[in-house]
């Protein structure tokens, strides 16, 4: 007897769509059914070159298309919010890139338009899905490095001329492209109390952010220190501090092992990811698990969760001046 397939759609055809395609290639549980791009030429050179069955020229034309039952949307921020609505409003369930929306305003209306209609959608900010993101939690709080109350994290790729990251109408920035991943590092350890925030930032020509640095206080007096960069590549890693020792992260975008150090800076252990596609198939599974369940948000990234983050980027953005077009709507 054949496993039923779930039909899982790509709204866009760029780079982080191909990375999408290429995870699904591994995945049995998923059938590579329709991609969609604006010029259809384009959707059926990538549907071709990966093995989807649909080309679509048109997005429109994607979300009309009753087989279709997930839509990964893998276009810029600034274009998200509509491809969702679109999604929402032809009752797809949806798995968006991050970061989710331009601003707060739009994620809200988002996850109320979702919520009203009954149908699935989640953030597919990945890192929140994988499993070693719980295994490393556990080894944080396994006692292994006594008390934790310092984290580190840095994340930078030297990406400031790319169009996306450099134009406000794209919704650019490093803070909407890479800034959410030691925020969702930090928030995925450390947790939510947070008490304080303190910024800053160094912006392009156009106005938007291509270094910030953040430092989260905690109510219980734990701190994360926070720096992203468009400007250069960095180190990538994220470490945890306690009282018997420390545990540096190889990668805090898509980790692959976590090393663990006593007080006196001696290896203790090193623990390892298991073996993955890419790291995308965690999201995929996640939003068809909870689909099947008959949720309307991942367990692993929930509405809330998102819905302040968002806010927690705009507060960032008016402080530092920095402002989209979809701001202004």
């Not at 699904?24 to 969609?36: F, T």
């Amino acid at each position: 007897m054949s496993m039923k397939k779930n039909k899982i759609a790509i709204l866009g055809a760029g780079h982080i769509a191909e990375k999408m395609a290429l995870t699904l290639q591994g995945m049995e549980v998923v059938q590579r059914y329709a991609v969609a791009a604006r010029e259809l030429e384009r959707a059926e050179r990538f549907a071709a070159a990966w093995g989807f069955e649909r080309a679509y020229g048109s997005y429109e034309e994607l979300v009309k298309d009753p087989e279709v039952e997930l839509v990964y949307i893998a276009t810029p921020h600034s274009h998200h919010y509509e491809q969702a609505r679109m999604c929402l409003m032809h009752n797809k369930a949806v798995l968006c890139e991050k970061a989710f929306t331009a601003n707060a305003r739009q994620a809200a209306d988002l996850l109320r338009l979702a919520h009203d209609r009954g149908v699935f959608i989640t953030e597919a900010i990945w890192t929140r899905y994988m499993p070693f993101s719980a295994t490393l939690r556990e080894l944080v709080f396994s006692g292994i490095i006594g008390q934790p109350s310092m984290l580190t994290a840095s994340l930078g790729y030297p990406m400031a001329q790319k169009e996306r990251i450099a134009r406000p109408e794209l919704c650019g920035g490093a803070l909407l492209d890479i800034g959410v991943y030691p925020i969702n590092f930090a928030r995925m350890l450390f947790g939510t109390a947070i008490e304080e925030v303190q910024s800053s930032c160094v912006k392009n020509s156009l106005g938007v952010d291509m270094q910030d640095s953040l430092t989260f206080r905690y109510a219980d007096g734990k701190m994360a220190v926070m720096q992203v960069t468009a400007f250069c590549a960095n180190d990538r890693q994220g470490v945890i501090s306690g009282d018997k020792g420390y545990i540096i992260v190889d990668n805090i975008n898509n980790p692959q092992q976590a090393s663990v150090f006593d007080a006196n800076h001696r290896l203790v252990e090193v623990v390892t990811c298991p073996p993955q596609i890419t790291g995308y198939e965690y999201e995929v599974q996640a939003s068809f698990d909870a689909m099947a369940a008959g949720l309307l948000e991942s367990p692993f990234m929930p509405h809330g969760e998102t819905l302040e983050i968002m806010r927690l980027l705009d507060s960032l953005r008016m402080e530092w001046g920095v402002t989209y077009p979809a701001d202004n709507e």
